[in-house]
Antibody, heavy 121, light 107 residues
Framework: EVQLADSGGGLVQPGGSLRLSCAASGFTFSDYYMDWVRQAPGKGLEWVGRISNKANSYTTEYAASVKGRFTISRDDSENSLFLQMNSLKTEDTAVYYC????????????WGRGTTVTVSS | DIQLTQSPSFLSASVGDRVTITCRASQGIGSYLAWYQQKPGKAPNLLIY???TLQSGVPSRFSGSGSGTEFTLTISSLQPEDFGSYYCQQLNSYPLTFGGGTKVEIK
């Protein structure tokens, strides 16, 4: 079964750091582009960023709201995706989802269950 | 950045009704548009991609259409399990963006 399991969320103070993880199973992780999407409490979906696959040199793209503070990386040998979040702000409080893009169509067709990040003093 | 404007933001309809949600883009996005359904406390679920292609396993009462800057998601006969929020997303250019969402309530 194709699955993504995101983890690593928690409570952190403003200015702090947190690293989220996403463990993939049931598919050839190394072939897939991967994204992070977040959802603030009671709000809509916000795209955070994506990392390409090895064939495309692991390039990254980010939303302006997180660029320079967040870094997406992956370890294909461990079938894992990461989101390193630094200089966290209260407005980064959200549920964070990892998602994979279908190889055939490039849309977000498999999602993790989400992990909650709360930035508060 | 490409802005996506969804309307309505909320709708209440009865079982069996035909429901239409509109997504307007601030500039042309070709056919790079998807629709997602999200139920409370759950991750989004891909319904339709490339404007009109139904994702595997999605009921045929869902359909998508449109081109350029205006797109629609139609539920031909609303079912009780169709409650939740619906979002459009463009993948034409970075940063990727989502519409603000449409919350669907079953009367």
């Amino acid at each position: 079964e194709v699955q993504l399991a995101d983890s690593g969320g928690g409570l952190v103070q403003p200015g702090g750091s947190l690293r989220l993880s996403c463990a993939a199973s049931g598919f050839t992780f190394s072939d897939y582009y991967m994204d992070w999407v977040r959802q603030a409490p009671g709000k809509g979906l916000e795209w955070v960023g994506r990392i390409s696959n090895k064939a495309n040199s692991y390039t990254t793209e980010y939303a302006a709201s997180v660029k320079g503070r967040f870094t997406i990386s992956r370890d294909d040998s461990e079938n894992s995706l990461f989101l390193q979040m630094n200089s966290l702000k209260t407005e980064d409080t959200a549920v964070y989802y990892c998602a994979s893009r279908g190889v055939g169509h490039g849309y977000l067709d498999v999602w993790g269950r989400g992990t909650t990040v709360t930035v508060s003093s | 950045d490409i802005q996506l404007t969804q309307s309505p933001s909320f709708l209440s309809a009865s079982v069996g009704d035909r429901v239409t949600i509109t997504c307007r883009a601030s500039q042309g996005i070709g056919s790079y548009l998807a629709w997602y359904q999200q139920k409370p406390g759950k991750a989004p679920n891909l319904l339709i991609y490339a404007v009109s292609t139904l994702q595997s396993g999605v009921p045929s009462r869902f359909s998508g259409s449109g081109s350029g800057t205006e797109f629609t998601l139609t539920i031909s006969s609303l079912q009780p399990e169709d409650f939740g929020s619906y979002y459009c997303q463009q993948l034409n250019s970075y940063p990727l963006t989502f519409g603000g969402g449409t919350k669907v309530e079953i009367k």
